[in-house]
């Protein structure tokens, strides 16, 4: 593994922190990236962020039909709009409206509460510890999941044991970075259908090519 960290870390530019730095922004952003393209995800972020303060005292007064045409573009907007209200509700009824309460929680905790939520699942829960808790964590996304397969580090699609596997082998320093770098491969190169193997960086360290010419 630690060849391929190299080869991303030339390949890729390094990026070690989320584009959105606070706790809650953080948690909405991902919440719209669930089920659809990055893009679309960006775009109704900014688009509810143009129009409203992303700040669980503002977004719990709303209504559905507040919210829904700022993040339509990401779809599942009608679901969307109502859990954005009631996520918004439970931070401000169970921490004061501070997210990072739960964050300064030693990491398992943190990961069940933030879980305990409606609407929270391990990608987002470890989205939230990895980038505002600074905590060593891996999260794992589709893209990651797929290229973590091909190269032979875990099979099957577990979120807890690819996690796992991919904390073993990375330094915990080098997390932040090779998870941008792992979401990168997949989507310019290790694509679902038709991956472009032959100008992969790490091809020669994978064996996806190989069986595609059996």
Not at 12 to 38: C, G, K, M, V, W
Not at 42 to 68: C, E, G, M, T, W
Not at 199 to 213: D, G, H, V
């Amino acid at each position: 593994m630690g060849e391929i960290i190299q080869r991303l870390e030339e390949w890729f530019p390094i990026r070690h922190h989320h584009p959105i730095r606070e706790a809650f922004p953080l948690l909405i952003a991902t919440l719209l990236s669930q089920n659809t393209t990055d893009k679309n995800s960006y775009q109704a972020f900014q688009n509810l962020r143009s129009h409203y303060d992303v700040a669980p005292h503002v977004l719990a007064r709303l209504q559905p039909s507040d919210i829904k045409p700022h993040i339509e573009v990401a779809g599942l907007y009608e679901i969307r709009s109502r859990r954005i209200i009631a996520l918004s509700k439970t931070v401000l009824e169970r921490f004061g409206g501070d997210l990072d309460a739960i964050l300064r929680r030693p990491t398992d905790e943190a990961r069940q509460e933030l879980m305990g939520l409606k609407g929270v699942g391990p990608k987002t829960a470890d989205i939230l510890l990895a980038f505002r808790g600074n905590r060593p964590v891996m999260p794992v996304d589709t893209n990651i999941f797929r290229v973590s397969g091909r190269i032979g580090l875990v099979e099957g699609r577990n979120y807890e044991r690819t996690r796992a596997a991919l904390e073993k082998v990375i330094p915990e320093k080098k997390l932040g970075e090779i998870h941008f770098a792992l979401i990168q491969l997949g989507r310019d190169i290790c694509k679902p259908r038709r991956p472009l193997c032959t100008i992969c960086p790490i091809a020669s360290l994978c064996a996806y090519p190989n069986k595609t010419q059996e």
